[in-house]
């Protein structure tokens, strides 16, 4: 499996920390998901779906590669096109992949469309405001990330309910954040007149990867220390959170009313 910034696929050398934190994703929200059929949309190589279990869950992917082994039904669609009927499945969970399409509106719409009454999404996605400059996306794989207000307020044209909680780090976590942002900031020193904002996507890709694997080539103590435990979900303060995480509700129809699932 080729290693770029595109998709988590090792927790080896430097890229344990941020292995951690996606599966600390699929964990803490784990809870939050009604039973049934799910769909674990962008899941990409399926590092965490056991952790949903007993649930019936179906990986969806854009990459057939990606899919290739995974021991689950599992799809090739691009997530604002799923191959299922109107209200087919009980929950969708998406971590960190509606910021990989242009237009994320259309991954959150199909997410609802495929929903049964009383079905739950979750988008877990990085807070814009964290990871580096918020006025500029970085990551050349990211085409928009997301402040809280952004993403409920997406979330909501489409919802019935939506609720908001943030991916909150450890200190030690906190710390290699810290280090990698002062990098990244040494590097952007190198262009102030923001050139590489010129370069074709598929450069910027290239280069983006290079660095990435070069700077995590290897592992310390504390990138080799993190674990699911240093990661919990709260509610604030969620401008300071590493995740934004919206839980997505349709209420459910009894008696010609509509209200929401006990329990949510």
Known sequence: MRISGERVTTAAHGFNPTWQ????????????????????VGCGIGH?????????TVGVDIDPAVLAGQDRETRVADMRALPFP????????????????????????EARRVLRSGGVAIFVTPNRLTFG???????????IEFSAAELRA???RHFDRVEFRGLFGS??????????L??????????????????????????????????RNTANGEEEAIAQADF?????????????????????????????????
């Open 21 to 40: 934190r996606h599966v600390a994703a699929y964990a803490l929200c784990a809870p939050l998901l009604p039973s049934g059929k799910v769909l674990d």
């Open 48 to 56: 965490s779906y056991q952790l949903l279990e007993p649930r019936e």
């Open 86 to 109: 109107d209200g087919a499945v009980d929950g969708v969970i998406s971590v960190q992949a509606i910021e990989h399409v242009p237009d994320p509106e259309g991954a959150v719409a």
């Open 133 to 143: 400059p918020p006025e500029e996306v970085i990551d050349p794989y990211h085409y």
């Open 154 to 156: 997406l979330c909501e």
């Open 171 to 180: 200190q030690r976590y906190l710390d290699i954040v810290a280090s990698e």
């Open 182 to 215: 002062a990098r990244l900031n040494g590097v952007l020193r190198l262009d102030p007149l923001g050139a590489r904002r010129l370069l074709p996507r598929s450069i910027r890709k290239r280069l983006y990867d290079w660095g990435l694997r070069r700077w």
């Open 232 to 264: 919990e979900l709260r509610g604030a303060p969620i401008e300071e959170a590493l995740d934004l995480v919206a839980i997505c509700h349709v209420e459910e129809a009894v008696d010609g009313l509509a209200r929401t699932p006990a329990g949510y």
